[in-house]
Nanobody
């Protein structure tokens, strides 16, 4: 079992930045592809970003491309999501997820483990 713990959420004004972290104590963290998803009230969970196990490949939803950056530190068993130029539409609960492998990085069904989520609220 892999436990994922997100942190770094909070309240920020539009145009501001936040950095989310997702840590796991699992020693095999480096073998997992990692993703970030978000879910706003009344909406379905949606893909935000993903990163390969090595960090060599990253993927982003069009809505965050150019504003968000996903990166990982395998030595610290942690994946990060740097969020810049935040907009009110970015308000959601953000979840990190781990996948042993995936054929497609976007569907939530491709991921095996999930964190509990961290709230991000962007005020206008």
């Amino acid at each position: 079992q892999v436990q994922l713990v997100e942190s770094g959420g909070g309240l920020v004004q539009a145009g501001g930045s936040l950095k989310l972290s997702c840590a796991t104590s699992r020693g095999t963290f480096g073998s997992f592809a990692m993703g970030w998803f978000r879910q706003a009230p009344g909406k379905e969970r949606e893909f935000v970003a993903a990163i390969s196990w090595s960090g060599g490949r990253t993927y982003y939803a069009d809505s965050v491309k150019g504003r968000y950056t996903i990166f990982r530190d395998n030595a610290k068993n942690t994946v990060y999501l740097q969020m810049n130029s935040l907009k009110p539409d970015d308000t959601a609960v953000y979840y990190c997820a781990a996948a042993r492998s995936y054929s497609d990085y976007a569907p939530a069904s491709e991921y095996d483990y999930w964190g509990q989520g961290t709230q991000v609220t962007v005020s206008s």
